[in-house]
């Protein structure tokens, strides 16, 4: 009998064994992940914290950005772009350079702004102490920033006053550094190279569509937007543009994007009277 | 003895690890099977958001579901428009609720019998407590709603009683963002008025606790059904809101027929305004404070033919005016506790207060043609109330609610002057209602709740007196059901 007791006990703390691995994954990632639960966040003079924010996210972010932050939330399947992964710390919307970590107010922004052509709604009913908190929430997902600092954000300089030699300016540099190739020429998203774009994690991706009217991703207004190509959107084909465009040519770029929106605009109205055409994209450089 | 308690001992070691491991199993069932809250189905299955994004317990609305009702069932993003959703989506929800319910009222005035010569016979009459209980149904909502086409919102609601008779609760279009402004929106049909605490959206589901006192509330012997706030009413409404939702303001100009299709009453109008300011108060959350306002006028006469009962629909006439106002507050503390507190000032013309203006349900006893005037005494009834309803959110799954409502009349219709006066007290309602619904889990293509509540109210001097001092009112609800929508 003490064989069989003896033997009882083996077995099912054989199978306890067994049965350990398949779990430790999550069970380690989590295990990570609640390390950092004392993640902040400085956005002005409020202070946000991680383990303030479990309620809101669970609430209202889990369902796409999943438990773990890993964008594997219960609407992955369904939601096209997926959602963000957070314990991979690239974001798109970023005031610092290419390839370093966003500002809080960067991703406090985000939260409020929403991501149009996305599921990311505006989320702008929060306080801000709550939103504080849900970014200390997104930080913690990540050990990107407990081993590095975020960018410093970049300089944009006074924005000129537009005029038509800007825009046609502008529309040079459209040219020269190819931005057709995916927005396309009329900047409808259907350059040569939209239908082949993946994002890093090897996704299916389209460029930003001028013409269709939905608001630029990070922004609308101009500093939005010349921020864009000054930054790039970080896990995305759209690089930075910052070591290929001049500051003052970059104003001229927004000037120029500003005529291919549908909205109504200043620089629209002068392309107009210009008789702008769109860019040429067999033309040599410098004439188009 | 010995022999006999180790072999126990051994059976029991033997035994151990099975109940361990069956516990073990179970245990990791029970968690398997306790889902976290999803998508609430009409609305997520279109934006892939859980039903706890936009209501604090469905189906009470948190401040992101009131923005997104407010943005015209929108999340002002480029998914808005219907073009996005697979063809085969239709933004369809029903719900319904089987119950079991206990009601017990006070104060009936039955009929006693005896035995005269054998054969029973009515002898005179008693006050009796009548208590009823039984398995029962909720009436059945057909809920579909949402956008045309971007800035194109609409919402149809046919609703059933528990017989199935069917009426429409709502039927609205609304343009939404007019001139690209939040500022500007522009709804039509039946539609409820803009009450921050929605009596449509009420948590609790009891005969007296499942509506808002506050909201319908009729001095006894009073003709004016048009003051119900809680009631949806035909009507346009105008309403505007910030950004964030912060500031908010709604004017609706509305058929004073109490929300009642076919042009029953005349050409009378009521006013609804409501205008509500939220503020950051850091942790505690978003407070917001407001107030409403319901002014108007509903005819107290109509035009008879082939008799003073032969009331010709539609043609009513001798216009009295009515008004209800308050203020609206919403208080969290923290991401778990809050209050809601509605309060109200109402008055009625004294001409209601004599019982003339309903003509809906034909029950209408007086009617105000040339020559009528009022008994000696009549006056203006006036009353004010109170709302208080606290919620523990638990989490989105679990929510204990409780509710207080108080209602005093300030002036009677009948008067010291009047030949038959009424009480200070009459017909004054105090009620409490707690309860709690639980969701065990929440799919995005249904929702289920258990729900379980208690109600009590107490009226002042509506009783039948039959020669006791007191005629007080107080009836007990008990009610507990299984909440589903699919």
Known sequence: MQRNLLRNWSLFLGAAVLTLPLTSWAQLTHFDIDSRMNAESHIGNITGH??????????????????????????????????????????????????????????????????????????????????????????????????????????????????????????????????WKCHGVLGQADGPSAATLTDDLGRPIAPYNFHEGARPKCGDTDKDIYRIFMTGLDGTPMPSFADNIKPDEAWDLVFYLRTLMSQKSKEKAMARQLGLKPVDPNAPAGQQ | MHVSTRSRMRKAFCVAPSLFSLAAILFSLVLGCSQP???????????????????????????????????????????????????????????????????????????????????????????????????????????????????????????????????????????????????????????????????KRILTLTGNGGIYQLYHFIPQGDGNIYGQMGDNQLGLEVMGHSWDDRTRYSASLLSSNNGQPGLMQGNAYTGFFAASQAFDTGKAGVQRVGFYAMVGEAPTAFLTSGGASSYIAGSGFGNKSFHREGFVGQFYLGQHVDFQVVTQHGWDNAWFGQGYGDLIDGSAANNNTAGTTLPVGARAPTWNGVLVEPHYVYSPQLIFIGRFETIRMSQQANGPASANPSASNFGNISTYTVGYRYNPFMTSRAGFAWHNEYNWLHQDGTGPTLGLNSTNVNTSELLLGFDFDF
């Open chain 2, 37 to 199: 809250a999803k998508a609430l189905p009409a609305f997520a299955r279109k934006y892939g958001l859980r039903c706890s994004a936009c209501h604090e317990s469905w189906p009470m609305l948190n401040y992101f579901g009131q923005k997104f009702k407010d943005n015209g069932y929108q999340l002002m993003n480029d998914r808005d428009a219907p073009i996005w959703q697979n063809p085969g989506y239709w933004p369809v929800t029903f719900r319904i609720t089987p119950i079991w319910h206990r009601v017990s009222t006070g104060r009936n005035l039955v009929d006693t019998y005896s035995s005269v010569g054998g054969v029973s016979t009515i002898t005179g009459a008693a006050i009796q407590r009548i208590t009823k209980s039984g398995f029962d149904l909720s009436g059945l909502d057909f809920h579909t709603g949402g956008t045309l086409e971007k800035n194109f919102s609409f919402y149809v609601l046919p609703s059933s009683d528990n017989t199935a008779s069917f009426h429409f609760e709502t039927v609205m279009a609304r343009l939404d963002n007019l001139f690209g402004s939040p500022w500007l929106n522009v709804k039509l049909g039946k539609f409820e008025l803009d009450n921050l605490l929605s009596e």
């Open chain 1, 50 to 179: 991680a383990k303030d924010a479990k309620g809101d996210y669970r609430r209202y972010c889990v369902v796409c950005h999943g438990e773990l932050g890993d964008g594997n939330g219960e609407s992955f399947p369904w939601v096209d772009p997926k959602p963000r992964n957070f314990q991979l710390g690239v974001f798109k919307c970023r005031s610092t350079p290419t390839g370093t970590l966003p500002t809080d107010e960067d991703l406090f922004d985000t939260i409020a702004r929403g991501l149009d052509r996305s599921n990311m709604p505006q989320w702008s009913t929060f306080t801000k102490q709550q939103r504080a908190d849900l970014v200390a929430w997104v930080k913690h997902f990540s050990p990107r920033w407990t081993n590095e600092k975020p960018g410093a954000p970049i300089t944009i300089p006074p924005e000129p006053e537009v005029t038509p030699e800007r825009i046609k300016a502008g529309r040079e540099v459209y040219a020269r550094v190819q931005c």
